[in-house]
T-cell receptor, first 114, second 116 residues
């Protein structure tokens, strides 16, 4: 139980294009989903908290117009990296909560911007 | 503000020996403490958590952790390490009173290497 999927697992795009990453809770309804970013050999940094049906809450320093988050249903949240640049290359990981205290993580999406 | 410290970048242990991965925390109010494991190019897998109750928490794959309030620690332990335990381990803390709700604050991670 408590499985979270992400799609795609890897994406390579050209600078200036937009990329959408999907996060789905497969066997439970997630009232809250979180988006994290992880650089090589570093920890996860919280980017934003996404609640179904409401606007995402972004952490300080994260540009909301660049990282668009939509939480359209209790099982789906999307992160769109708009006008991607090489510095946006990273490992993006989402998580979802069934009960508020435990997060279940997706397998991550490796974004490479050329 | 809440934070987590993992003082060791890497822990090396021989297979069959006990292992400990250290974690200390700082949080206002009651902490919710977690351990996750990450294999290369994968997401995080939940190991165990402490919310309340018994200070010794047992989790997946034979791991356990002890909550020590006086030392503000939550060290991860396993009595007998396996080569397959080699991975990156993250300690994390959240607090329902924080501005980000139940969002997790992660330590920097500790790489565990178990040698045959």
């Amino acid at each position: 139980g408590a499985v979270v999927s992400q799609h795609p697992s890897r994406v390579i795009c050209k600078s200036g294009t937009s990329v959408k990453i999907e996060c789905r809770s497969l066997d439970f309804q997630a009232t809250t989903m979180f988006w994290y970013r992880q650089f090589p050999k570093q920890s996860l940094m919280l980017m934003a908290t996404s609640n179904e049906g409401s606007k995402a809450t972004y952490e300080q320093g994260v540009e909301k117009d660049k990282f668009l988050i939509n939480h359209a249903s209790l099982t789906l949240s999307t992160l769109t990296v708009t006008s991607a640049h090489p510095e946006d290359s990273s490992f993006y990981i989402c998580s979802a909560t069934l009960i508020t205290d435990t997060q279940y993580f997706g397998p991550g999406t490796r974004l490479t911007v050329l | 503000a809440q934070s987590v410290a993992q003082p060791e970048d890497q822990v090396n242990v021989a297979e069959g020996n006990p292992l400990t991965v250290k974690c200390t925390y700082s949080v206002s109010g009651n902490p919710y403490l977690f351990w996750y494991v990450q294999y290369p190019n994968r997401g995080l897998q939940f190991l165990l958590k402490y919310i309340t109750g018994d200070n010794l928490v047992k989790g997946s794959y034979g791991f356990e952790a002890e909550f020590n309030k006086s030392q503000t620690s939550f060290h991860l332990k396993k009595p007998s390490a396996l080569v397959s335990d080699s991975a990156l381990y993250f300690c994390a803390v959240s607090s329902p009173n924080s501005n980000s709700g139940y969002a997790l604050n992660f330590g920097k991670g500790t790489s565990l290497l178990v040698t045959p």
